[in-house]
């Protein structure tokens, strides 16, 4: 039994060192950028050849790649869908109502808040997709960029509202002003209304 222990144990030692020194001896030269659809794609690898020399050479990115996610704030409803739907909570979105309809999205829809703050953590992100399907509007999607290095963890939440505080304290004074008015109207109904009766 000792015997055929030892006797594994050095085969098995002998074809993880033969396995290390074939890719040491056949690993010469670079590897070709090919696209994704190629056959040869995935076979490179077990072909002799090194890591790619990034970032002066990149590996073609897939179509359907999901990596960075991106909003376009102007077409942005701020409906809070994408902030409900993600698994991790990394979107953090906080509205004000407009005292009116401020303007139209893309593709026809009514804006009626404004996006005091539209933040994402990205060292959070699952990078599932699932706030991409969701939005109504496609404003939030998922590029190609994938290299976001940061030094500091809190670079990586990125801010895509365009207010100033100063904007957002107006917004909310010119809402507070329009509910405080339509209160008062329809206390000033309703004492009617019971002097009448």
Known sequence: MLIKNTYNAFVTAWKGLGL??????????????????SDNYFKQIDEGTNTIQY??????????????????????????????ICPVDCIDIVSIKATQAIGQTSDGSTKRLYAEKFDIDMAKCLYCGLC???????????????????YEIGDLTYSFSDMSPELIAEKKQEFEVQAAEKMAAKQAAMKAKEGGA
């Open 132 to 150: 991409t399907v969701v939005c109504p509007t496609e404003c939030i999607v998922m590029t190609n960029q994938y290299d976001r290095s940061v």
């Open 20 to 37: 290390t020194l074939h890719h040491m001896f056949a690993g010469k030269h670079k590897r070709a950028i090919t696209s994704v659809k």
């Open 55 to 84: 970032p002066k050479q990149q590996l073609p990115i897939p179509e359907v790649g999901r990596y960075q996610l991106e909003v376009e704030i102007d077409d942005c409803i701020v409906c809070d869908l994408c902030a409900k």
